[in-house]
Protein backbone atom coordinates (compact mmCIF):
# COMPACT_ATOMS: atom_id res chain seq x y z
CA UNK A 1 0.00 0.00 0.00
CA UNK A 2 1.44 3.44 -1.00
CA UNK A 3 1.69 5.82 1.84
CA UNK A 4 3.26 9.40 1.65
CA UNK A 5 3.28 11.80 5.12
CA UNK A 6 4.62 15.11 4.62
CA UNK A 7 6.49 16.53 7.53
CA UNK A 8 9.05 20.20 7.64
CA UNK A 9 6.14 22.64 7.30
CA UNK A 10 5.62 25.95 9.64
CA UNK A 11 5.64 29.58 10.23
CA UNK A 12 8.92 31.43 8.46
CA UNK A 13 9.49 34.97 7.48
CA UNK A 14 9.53 36.81 4.43
CA UNK A 15 12.82 35.47 2.84
CA UNK A 16 13.42 32.31 4.54
CA UNK A 17 13.71 28.58 4.00
CA UNK A 18 12.29 25.76 4.51
CA UNK A 19 12.83 22.20 3.81
CA UNK A 20 10.09 19.38 3.28
CA UNK A 21 10.10 15.92 3.43
CA UNK A 22 8.14 13.10 2.40
CA UNK A 23 8.43 9.51 3.47
CA UNK A 24 7.40 6.96 1.58
CA UNK A 25 6.09 3.24 2.13
CA UNK A 26 4.89 0.66 0.16
CA UNK A 27 6.92 1.26 -3.06
CA UNK A 28 10.25 2.82 -4.41
CA UNK A 29 10.35 6.29 -4.87
CA UNK A 30 13.33 5.88 -7.52
CA UNK A 31 10.94 3.92 -9.27
CA UNK A 32 8.08 5.94 -9.28
CA UNK A 33 6.96 9.63 -10.55
CA UNK A 34 6.93 11.87 -7.82
CA UNK A 35 5.81 15.78 -6.67
CA UNK A 36 5.05 18.70 -4.73
CA UNK A 37 2.05 20.21 -5.04
CA UNK A 38 0.29 23.37 -2.90
CA UNK A 39 -3.27 24.36 -2.18
CA UNK A 40 -3.88 27.94 -1.15
CA UNK A 41 -7.00 28.79 0.43
CA UNK A 42 -9.81 29.41 -2.59
CA UNK A 43 -7.49 28.01 -5.18
CA UNK A 44 -6.79 24.93 -6.85
CA UNK A 45 -4.04 22.59 -5.74
CA UNK A 46 -1.50 23.04 -8.23
CA UNK A 47 1.95 21.92 -9.28
CA UNK A 48 5.23 23.18 -7.43
CA UNK A 49 7.75 20.52 -9.12
CA UNK A 50 7.90 16.67 -9.94
CA UNK A 51 10.22 14.31 -11.20
CA UNK A 52 7.89 13.00 -13.75
CA UNK A 53 10.16 9.74 -14.80
CA UNK A 54 12.52 7.76 -13.73
CA UNK A 55 15.33 9.13 -15.70
CA UNK A 56 14.55 12.29 -13.54
CA UNK A 57 13.46 14.55 -15.90
CA UNK A 58 12.55 17.72 -13.41
CA UNK A 59 9.56 20.23 -13.76
CA UNK A 60 9.21 23.81 -12.08
CA UNK A 61 6.45 25.75 -11.61
CA UNK A 62 7.98 29.26 -13.22
CA UNK A 63 6.78 31.42 -9.58
CA UNK A 64 9.45 28.82 -7.65
CA UNK A 65 12.17 28.46 -10.28
CA UNK A 66 15.12 29.50 -9.27
CA UNK A 67 14.28 29.27 -5.35
CA UNK A 68 12.69 25.38 -4.79
CA UNK A 69 14.62 22.38 -5.57
CA UNK A 70 13.30 19.02 -5.70
CA UNK A 71 15.21 16.35 -4.35
CA UNK A 72 15.07 12.49 -3.36
CA UNK A 73 17.21 10.19 -1.33
CA UNK A 74 16.96 6.42 -2.55
CA UNK A 75 18.23 5.00 0.74
CA UNK A 76 16.31 6.55 2.56
CA UNK A 77 12.62 6.70 0.61
CA UNK A 78 12.33 10.12 0.92
CA UNK A 79 11.76 12.97 -1.27
CA UNK A 80 12.82 16.34 -0.25
CA UNK A 81 11.43 19.97 -1.39
CA UNK A 82 14.51 22.57 -0.23
CA UNK A 83 12.48 26.38 -0.15
CA UNK A 84 14.38 29.30 -0.23
CA UNK A 85 13.45 33.00 -0.84
CA UNK A 86 9.95 32.67 0.64
CA UNK A 87 7.42 35.03 0.13
CA UNK A 88 3.87 35.43 1.20
CA UNK A 89 2.45 34.00 -1.65
CA UNK A 90 4.15 30.63 -1.35
CA UNK A 91 1.59 30.28 1.39
CA UNK A 92 -0.42 26.34 1.10
CA UNK A 93 -1.10 23.59 2.24
CA UNK A 94 2.65 21.42 0.32
CA UNK A 95 1.34 17.64 -0.69
CA UNK A 96 3.10 15.33 -2.05
CA UNK A 97 2.36 12.77 -4.53
CA UNK A 98 2.94 9.81 -6.70
CA UNK A 99 1.95 7.88 -9.24
CA UNK A 100 3.59 4.92 -11.79
CA UNK A 101 6.00 6.41 -14.74
CA UNK A 102 5.71 8.30 -16.85
CA UNK A 103 3.48 10.92 -15.64
CA UNK A 104 2.97 13.20 -18.73
CA UNK A 105 2.30 16.39 -16.20
CA UNK A 106 3.04 17.93 -13.06
CA UNK A 107 -0.79 18.56 -12.82
CA UNK A 108 -2.91 16.94 -9.69
CA UNK A 109 -5.27 15.07 -12.59
CA UNK A 110 -1.97 12.65 -13.48
CA UNK A 111 -1.44 11.58 -9.49
CA UNK A 112 -3.27 8.85 -7.52
CA UNK A 113 -1.64 8.46 -4.07
CA UNK A 114 -1.26 11.75 -1.87
CA UNK A 115 -0.22 12.29 1.69
CA UNK A 116 -2.16 14.58 3.87
CA UNK A 117 -0.35 17.99 3.52
CA UNK A 118 1.73 20.11 5.96
CA UNK A 119 1.44 23.54 6.24
CA UNK A 120 3.63 26.69 5.23
CA UNK A 121 2.76 30.04 6.18
CA UNK A 122 4.55 32.84 5.03
CA UNK A 123 4.93 36.05 7.14
CA UNK A 124 5.45 39.19 5.62
Known amino acids: QVQLVESGGGLVQSGGSLNLSCAAS????????IGWFRQAPGSERQGVSC????????YYAHSVKGRFTISRDNAKNTLYLQMNSLKPEDTAIYYC?????????????????WGQGTQVTVSS
Open 26 to 33: GFALDYYA
Open 97 to 113: AADPPPVQKCQRTYFRS
Open 51 to 58: ITSIDGTT
